[in-house]
C-alpha cells in the first residue's frame, strides 16, 4: 500500500482558515486520496475524498497537486469542534478499497 | 443520519474468557471493516467483508480471533481466549462497494482485558 506523510500536529485559531499538508510521492494512478477526521473518544469519521480534481463538499476542500503527490485538506474556518486527528489515507479503487490508516495529524484549535 | 450500532460499548473481562463484540452496519451497506485502535499501534485493520463474505482477515490473530457476518445485519468480532494484550478500542465501520460518502465508523468497543 502506498504510504503517505502526514506532520504529527498542527495548531490553528479558531475562525480562520487551515491546510493540512498529506504527502503522497508513491501513488498510484487508481489511488484515491481520502481524509478522515477522529474526534476525541469518537471513532473516525469520513470527511472528502477525491482523484485528481480538487473537491469540495459541506465540511471541507481538499486541494490535490497536479501531479498527486501531495494533497492539502482546507478547513475554511477552524472551530473548536474541529479539533481532532485528522488522517490521509491512499486507497486503490481497484483493490480491497480498504483504508489503512497512519498516525495521521493532530489540530489543536486555539480558542 | 443512519448509524452503525456497535454493542457493548464496554467490556472488562478476566482474561482467558471469551469476548464477543457485535455490530449492526448500516442497512444497504454491502461492506464491513473491524479495525482495533491501541495507543501504541494507532489504528489496525483486522478484517473486512463484501456481501458478507470475509475478503481480507490478514491483520488479525488467526489462533484467537474470529469475524463472522451471520447475516447482513450483524457482524461479530470473537476473541477466545481473550489476553491483556487484545485490550483496545474495537471500531467496526460499513460502506456500500466503493463508497462515494466514505465508510461510517460506530463509536467502538473498549474491551479491558484484566
Known amino acids: 500500500d502506498a504510504k503517505t506523510t502526514q506532520p504529527n500536529s498542527m495548531e490553528s485559531n479558531e475562525e480562520e482558515p487551515v491546510h493540512l499538508p498529506c504527502n503522497h510521492s508513491?501513488?498510484?494512478?487508481?489511488?484515491?486520496i481520502h481524509w478522515y477526521r477522529q474526534l476525541p473518544s469518537q471513532g473516525p469519521e469520513y470527511v472528502i475524498h477525491g482523484l485528481t480534481s480538487n473537491v469540495n463538499n459541506r465540511m471541507a476542500s481538499l486541494a490535490i497537486a497536479e501531479d498527486r503527490k501531495s494533497s492539502t485538506l482546507i478547513l475554511h474556518r477552524a472551530t473548536l469542534r474541529d479539533a481532532a486527528v485528522y488522517y490521509c489515507i491512499l486507497s486503490d479503487q481497484t483493490g480491497a478499497n480498504n483504508l489503512f490508516f497512519g498516525t495521521g495529524t493532530r489540530l489543536t484549535v486555539i480558542p | 443520519d443512519a448509524r452503525v450500532t456497535q454493542t457493548p460499548r464496554d467490556k472488562v473481562t478476566e482474561m482467558g474468557q471469551e469476548v464477543t463484540m457485535r455490530c449492526q452496519p448500516i442497512l444497504g451497506h454491502n461492506t464491513v471493516f473491524w479495525y482495533r485502535q491501541t495507543m501504541m499501534q494507532g489504528l489496525e485493520l483486522l478484517a473486512y467483508f463484501r456481501n458478507r463474505a470475509p475478503l481480507d482477515d490478514s491483520g488479525m490473530p488467526k489462533d484467537r480471533f474470529s469475524a463472522e457476518m451471520p447475516d447482513a445485519t450483524l457482524a461479530t468480532l470473537k476473541i477466545q481466549p481473550s489476553e491483556p494484550r487484545d485490550s483496545a478500542v474495537y471500531f467496526c465501520?460499513?460502506?456500500?462497494?466503493?463508497?462515494?460518502?466514505?465508510?461510517?465508523f460506530g463509536s467502538g468497543t473498549r474491551l479491558t482485558v484484566v
Open positions: 508513491t501513488i498510484s494512478g487508481t489511488d484515491y
Open positions: 465501520a460499513s460502506g456500500i462497494d466503493w463508497d462515494r460518502d466514505g465508510y461510517t
